[in-house]
């Protein structure tokens, strides 16, 4: 997908948010790792807790988009993995290769599962994403309905990890998606290894599931896609 192929929304509200996320991001990761004394930790502590407050004076329900979104061309500000505006997410950037997607991460010691190695559910909750995106570009999305890892050896964190997907087998309604995770220094020696079944719902399904979703103005617009794939990049 080109960017030229999607419409943004206005420039300002986008930067805004994109710059939220980087900073929630910074805060995060320095959380984690502080060794200030725990008065000036007290002292941050509430200053967040202003800053919530003056961002919460206004607030969407969760049935409802965001105004930034545009699910009919997988644009997900708020995407937990690869949404620029949540400060949780990596984030995750991904682009078409000839195979499938190919991506590029680094996560730090805010994903730390054993000291000084991402969690291993991080793994999942990568891999996931990874494979629905994988499957959305290749117009064979779904949901996930199985998803297995092989873990070959740990992920360090603060080191630039490389993701694949691609596209083993469809049939009907049914896509076997699988993926790895790697070091970017070593792309073709996995150190995670996914696959996932994906199913598109039928109709009555989605409708279902998506019936109460709303755009950013109040009217009824349930996604055209079960993913919640966002954007992919071209090479």
């Given amino acids: 997908m080109n960017d030229s192929d999607v419409a943004l929304p206005d420039a300002e509200p986008l930067a805004a948010v994109v710059d939220l996320g980087t900073a929630l991001r910074e805060l995060i990761e320095v959380s984690v790792t502080t060794t200030v004394h725990p008065a000036e930790v007290r002292t941050a502590a509430d200053l967040v807790r202003q ?21 009919s061309t997988g644009r997900r500000v708020f995407n937990p ?18 195979d499938g997607l190919v991506g590029e991460a680094t996560l730090g ?43 070959r050896g740990p992920l360090p964190v603060g080191e630039k990890l490389a ?40 109709q009555e399904k989605l409708t279902t599931i998506f019936g109460g979703i709303t755009d950013a103005s109040g009217e009824h617009r349930p996604p055209s896609r079960a993913t919640d794939a966002t954007a992919v990049e071209d090479e």
């Fill in 51 to 71: 800053v919530t407050e003056r961002l919460a004076v206004a607030r969407r329900p969760a049935s409802q988009l965001s105004a930034l979104d545009d699910p």
């Fill in 109 to 151: 010691v805010a994903y730390e599962g054993p000291p000084s190695y991402v969690h291993g559910g991080m793994s999942a909750l990568l891999m996931d994403q990874v494979l629905g995106d994988t499957a959305a570009a290749a117009g064979v999305w779904g949901m996930t309905v199985h998803l297995e890892l092989d873990y």
């Fill in 163 to 202: 993701f694949r997907g691609r596209v083993a087998e469809t049939t009907g309604r049914k896509s076997l998606i699988v993926g790895t995770i790697a070091l970017a220094a070593a792309p073709d020696e996995p150190l995670v290894e996914a696959r996932g079944l994906f199913v598109l719902p039928r």
């Fill in 81 to 98: 993995v690869s949404g620029p505006g949540n400060g949780m997410a990596p984030p995750l950037r991904l682009r078409r290769a000839e």
